[in-house]
Nanobody, 132 residues
């Protein structure tokens, strides 16, 4: 059973930064492709950024130049977990949402636009609030 867990959400002033982290267990269940989605109140969930097993990254247009997704390669290769981060800079109130980490099963599924049906493993989400 794959488990996905997010951390690092919180409240920040406009222009500030936050770093989200996601830990996915049992990497043998998937290639190591992961993505961040977000959902603001009253809005549909949308893809934010993705990274595949080769560390190739993709971003939604509305975060390009502000957000960076990366994989933590400091952990041991024998470790069954995959850890990724989402560094979010120059945040604005429009970025306020619940942020979800999700794991897909094939690298090609990290191409935008992301399709949620290709992501069978989801975390519970972490909330980001940006005050104006």
């Amino acid at each position: 059973q794959v488990q996905v867990m997010e951390s690092g959400g919180g409240s920040v002033q406009a222009g500030g930064s936050l770093r989200l982290s996601c830990t996915s267990s049992v990497k043998t269940y998937h290639e190591g492709c992961l993505a961040w989605f977000r959902q603001a109140p009253g809005k549909e969930r949308e893809g934010v950024a993705s990274i595949d097993s080769e560390r190739r990254t993709s971003y939604a247009n509305f975060v390009k130049g502000r957000f960076t997704i990366s994989r933590d390669d400091s952990i041991s290769k024998d470790d069954a977990r995959i850890i990724i981060h989402l560094q979010m800079n120059n945040l604005n109130p429009g970025d306020s949402a619940m942020y979800y980490c999700a794991a897909c099963t094939l690298d090609i599924q990290t191409m935008f636009p992301l399709d949620e049906k290709h992501f069978p493993y989801w975390g519970q989400g972490t909330r980001v609030t940006v005050a104006s």
